[in-house]
T-cell receptor, first 116, second 114 residues
Framework: GAVVSQHPSRVICKSGTSVKIECRSLDFQATTMFWYRQFPKQSLMLMAT?????????EQGVEKDKFLINHASLTLSTLTVTSAHPEDSSFYIC????????????FGPGTRLLVL | EDQVTQSPEALRLQEGESSSLNCSYT??????LFWYRQDPGKGPEFLFT???AGEEKEKERLKATLTKKESFLHITAPKPEDSATYLC???????????????FGKGTKLSVIP
């Protein structure tokens, strides 16, 4: 139980293009989903928190117009990196918290983004 | 500002050689602490949640303990498949519509040599 998937697992794109990453909770409903990024040998840094049906809450320093988050259902959240640049290259990981169990977060396998 | 420090950064053990990983934290109002395992190129895998000092949890060869200042992840008789990066994270407060924030440490990279 408590499986979270991400798609795609890896993506390479040209600078200036937009990339959408999907995060799905496969066997539970998730009121809250989180998006993190992780640089090599660094800790996970929270980018934003999204609650189903409402606007995402972004952490300080994260541009909401660049990293668009949509949490349209209890099992799906998407992160769109708009006008991607090489400095956006990173490992993006989502997590989901089962409805009614707020504290525990289950993580997806991550998406490796490389912007050329 | 909440801080989470894990030590050591890297640990090499012989198969069967027990040891402990440390996670010390400086936070205001700890509500809970998580341990995760992360394999290279993968997302973190949930291991334990600890809520109060004195609490202990076990899973196979792993045992997590919590004090008011730190948490330990004890690994007993490790095997090569236990090799991974172990992350700890603390959560301190709820905000807005029931959401909350985790602060992660940088992790301890564990290598178990056959």
């Amino acid at each position: 139980g408590a499986v979270v998937s991400q798609h795609p697992s890896r993506v390479i794109c040209k600078s200036g293009t937009s990339v959408k990453i999907e995060c799905r909770s496969l066997d539970f409903q998730a009121t809250t989903m989180f998006w993190y990024r992780q640089f090599p040998k660094q800790s996970l840094m929270l980018m934003a928190t999204s609650n189903e049906g409402s606007k995402a809450t972004y952490e300080q320093g994260v541009e909401k117009d660049k990293f668009l988050i949509n949490h349209a259902s209890l099992t799906l959240s998407t992160l769109t990196v708009t006008s991607a640049h090489p400095e956006d290259s990173s490992f993006y990981i989502c997590s989901a918290s089962p409805s009614g169990v707020r504290e525990t977060q289950y993580f997806g396998p991550g998406t490796r983004l490389l912007v050329l | 500002e909440d801080q989470v420090t894990q030590s050591p950064e890297a640990l090499r053990l012989q198969e069967g050689e027990s040891s402990s990983l440390n996670c010390s934290y400086t936070v205001s109002g700890l509500r809970g602490l998580f341990w995760y395992r992360q394999d290279p190129g993968k997302g973190p895998e949930f291991l334990f949640t600890l809520y109060s000092a004195g609490e202990e949890k076990e899973k196979e060869r792993l045992k997590a303990t919590l004090t008011k200042k730190e948490s330990f992840l004890h690994i007993t008789a490790p095997k090569p498949e236990d090799s991974a990066t172990y992350l700890c994270a603390v959560f301190t407060s709820y905000s807005g519509a029931g959401s909350y924030q985790l602060t992660f440490g940088k992790g301890t990279k564990l290598s178990v040599i056959p």
